[in-house]
Structures are given as structure tokens and as C-alpha cells.
T-cell receptor
Framework: GNSVTQMEGPVTLSEEAFLTINCTYTATGYPSLFWYVQYPGEGLQLLLKATKADDKGSNKGFEATYRKETTSFHLEKGSVQVSDSAVYFCALSLNTNAGKSTFGDGTTLTVKP | DAGITQSPRYKITETGRQVTLMCHQTWSHSYMFWYRQDLGHGLRLIYYSAAADITDKGEVPDGYVVSRSKTENFPLTLESATRSQTSVYFC?????????????FGNGTRLTVT
């Protein structure tokens, strides 16, 4: 079956620190990969996506590269801000899976000033 | 405004009662989904729908019923609520599959079953 594994949290960083949140996946086929962000009291929002191997998704200073050889899609940001504090979810979706997405368990990021 | 709205935002109900959570989207997206979010379990798919009048079970469908008579609405009913159904419920929609499947989420309904 399909699955997504994220690094366990919570993660606490100081402002301007470098962020990496690891994500690896297992899929039967060639998935599209996504990172979502959830702020307190809100639903998830799409942060970035990549649809094929070696694609790099980027948005708001966050980046992730689709690595087929290591089945990974790690999220990175060079300098985090307090406003980046949120829960981050890695997810995959397959064309053959009726639009369903498989999510990781989420990683809580807290950025301190 | 265009978007996906869920109601109510908060609901407290008693064990054994029937409760319906509403979801409405204004984009005319084909696909709609119901997830529940629980600590330690991430997001789990309850039911999904590929189009009006087409629904199917997800990972944790027991105790839930859905319908989709119109493209824009996808209500979720708990037929006889149990304490284990205390959770935050998210409705989501998307235009298609694969690269077209980024989900658009509502803000959730926090349900407490006493």
C-alpha cells in the first residue's frame, strides 16, 4: 500500500535558523507529492507540490525536491520566522487512486524569537 | 466568497444521538472528501466522492454515512454518535487526480461526544 513517513516532532527552532523536515514515502506507482501547512484553528493549506522526479516545489521560501531514488521529499527553509510556526504535513497522491491523498502524521514546528 | 465552508465549527452532542456535519464548496470541484484528525493518527479518510451520486468508503467509514445529491454539498452524518468519534473533522475538495489533486480544506468542525 501507500504510506508517508515524516520525522517525528515537535521541532523547536530559533528565528533565522535552517529548517529541514524529513519525509519519505512508499507508493505503488509514480505519485505526486505535496506539503501542506496547518495554522492553529484552521484547515490545511497547500504549501508546495512536485509531480515528477527531480521536480522542485517552492513557495514562501520553502522548498522540497522530489527524489525518486531515495523516495523522499524533504521540506527545507533557509531562515525560519516566528510566523512559520505551524503543523506541516507531507502527502502523496496517485493518478490511479481516485483523487485520494495519503498523509504523514504531521510535524509541529515552533519558532522562537 | 468562493471556497469551502463547514458548519458548525463546534458541536457538542451526546452518545447515541445523530449529528450531521455540513460541507459546501463553491468551486464546482468534482472530488470531495471527509477526514478526521486525531492526535497520534494524523488525517484519516472517512469517505470520499468523485462526483454527485458517487461515494465510496475510505480508511475509517464505520459509524458514518454520506450523501452527495449536489456537486457542491457533501454532508457527513454520524448515525449514533460514540465517544470515539470525538475529533476534528475536515472536509476537502479537489479538481482531479494526481497532480490535479491538491486538496482545498475547510476550517474544520470540532465535535465532542459526551
Amino acid at each position: 500500500g501507500n504510506s508517508v513517513t515524516q520525522m517525528e516532532g515537535p521541532v523547536t527552532l530559533s528565528e533565522e535558523a535552517f529548517l529541514t523536515i524529513n519525509c519519505t514515502y512508499t507508493a505503488t506507482g509514480y505519485p505526486s507529492l505535496f506539503w501542506y501547512v496547518q495554522y492553529p484553528g484552521e484547515g490545511l493549506q497547500l504549501l508546495l507540490k512536485a509531480t515528477k522526479a527531480d521536480d522542485k516545489g517552492s513557495n514562501k521560501g520553502f522548498e522540497a525536491t522530489y527524489r525518486k531514488e531515495t523516495t523522499s521529499f524533504h521540506l527545507e527553509k533557509g531562515s525560519v520566522q516566528v510566523s512559520d510556526s505551524a503543523v506541516y504535513f507531507c502527502a502523496l497522491s496517485l493518478n490511479t487512486n481516485a483523487g485520494k491523498s495519503t498523509f504523514g502524521d504531521g510535524t509541529t514546528l515552533t519558532v522562537k524569537p | 466568497d468562493a471556497g469551502i465552508t463547514q458548519s458548525p465549527r463546534y458541536k457538542i452532542t451526546e452518545t447515541g444521538r445523530q449529528v450531521t456535519l455540513m460541507c459546501h464548496q463553491t468551486w464546482s470541484h468534482s472530488y470531495m472528501f471527509w477526514y478526521r484528525q486525531d492526535l497520534g493518527h494524523g488525517l484519516r479518510l472517512i469517505y470520499y466522492s468523485a462526483a454527485a451520486d458517487i461515494t465510496d468508503k475510505g480508511e475509517v467509514p464505520d459509524g458514518y454515512v454520506v450523501s452527495r445529491s449536489k456537486t457542491e454539498n457533501f454532508p457527513l452524518t454520524l448515525e449514533s454518535a460514540t465517544r470515539s468519534q470525538t475529533s476534528v473533522y475536515f472536509c476537502a475538495s479537489s479538481t482531479g487526480t494526481g497532480e490535479n489533486s491538491p486538496l482545498h480544506f475547510g476550517n474544520g468542525t470540532r465535535l465532542t461526544v459526551t
